[in-house]
């Protein structure tokens, strides 16, 4: 009596077991950056299920991450192989969604920095009248140039 619940048990878990393996490896595809061809391929599997619109932001993304020499075409062999490899290392493991979203977030992150550089250079552009106030000028000359010769 116990023998056929042990063996159905077992049966259970190497079920379970091929379930959990079949769905670990059906998982969304990524970005593979251990060779160039296995950079490819994934390059292109990423780039399959879009459409037009989506495949467009896609390859900004990628111009923007990786430079817009480093990104790879189809059917494109890079002449620096190691360099492009290390451009896309950041990026290993990322889905085609992932890699949009960092562009963004570096994105966002340059805007806010610039905004953050500007907003000190107006609060040092209000202290700086007061400072000028300081200065009394009297009196200015100009110098003209012609053809090399003082006038």
């Known amino acids: 009596m116990k023998s056929p619940e042990k063996l159905s048990r077992v049966v259970l878990l190497c079920f379970a077991g091929v ?5 670990a490896g059906c998982g969304p595809q ?4 251990t060779s160039v061809e296995k950079l ?4 292109t599997a990423l780039r399959e299920p879009m459409v037009e619109a989506e495949r467009a932001h896609f390859e900004e993304s990628l111009h923007y991450l990786v430079g817009e020499g480093a990104v790879l075409q189809q059917d494109s062999q890079p002449q620096h192989a190691q360099l492009v490899l290390d ?9 085609a969604e992932g890699i949009v979203a960092e ?6 992150d ?3 920095s610039a905004i953050a550089e500007l907003e000190v250079l107006r609060d040092a552009g209000d202290v700086a009248p007061e400072l000028l106030d300081v200065f009394k000028l009297q009196a200015a000359r100009v110098y003209k ?3 090399g010769f003082l006038e």
């Open 19 to 23: 379930i959990a393996g079949l769905g």
């Open 30 to 33: 990524t970005l593979e950056t």
């Open 40 to 43: 490819e391929s994934s390059l």
């Open 87 to 95: 451009l896309y290392k950041p990026l290993a493991g990322m889905t």
């Open 103 to 108: 562009a963004r977030r570096r994105r966002l």
């Open 110 to 112: 340059e805007v806010q």
């Open 145 to 147: 140039r012609n053809r």
